[in-house]
């Protein structure tokens, strides 16, 4: 089922055909509830025995060049780990998702995840309140994440690549990997095909 949401220029689909129990384009942008024990997660002291592949992910072919592609996200916690994501994806074993996400100590978290096989996990730093603004930028051949309070300074969490070449898809995910579900809204989406010209500028 393709999904279009006005905000960006390619459609999307639920990766897999997982779709969330719940789901729905708002007049804002998106709404969509995770299932209970879902997740995207490669664990690297444990590779083999990692988290469950089956969180929902609302991806499409983001275009070639350089492009800022963000939104608000609000999330209704109530387990560890609860997040909304925006998310990028390579490949099965090269993908990311910047999270705003519930800690084990009960706090709204900015938090990254950069997969190369396995996941590296780095938790930036607490959000007052249920909702933040992220933003994924695509540089090159490298990406940048960047969080917000207002949407309007942006603080930057980290930049990487992937490491290989080829098309890379782009949205949104959901996940409630120890609770019994989470509602997620994505709003204040923004799709730019503009070169991000500084990383710790605030711009």
Known sequence: ???????????LAWEDAVEPPSWQVTDTGL???A????????HAP???NHAPA???RLLGPAPEGDWQFSARITVGFNGKYDAGTLFLFA???????LCFEYSPDGQAMVVSVVTR???DDANAWVVDGDSVWMRVSRIGEGFAFHSSNDGERWEFVRCFGFGVEGPVKAGFGVQAPEGEGCTVRFSDIAFKQETLPDLRDGS
Do not use: C, Q
């Open 117 to 119: 096989d396995v996941s």
């Open 46 to 48: 444990d590779p083999v």
């Open 54 to 56: 089956n969180g929902a």
């Open 35 to 42: 299932a209970a024990r879902t997740d995207w997660y490669v």
């Open 1 to 11: 089922m393709i999904v279009n949401i006005p905000a960006l220029p390619f459609p």
């Open 91 to 97: 490949d099965e074993s090269h993908w990311s998702k």
């Open 31 to 33: 709404e969509a509830t």
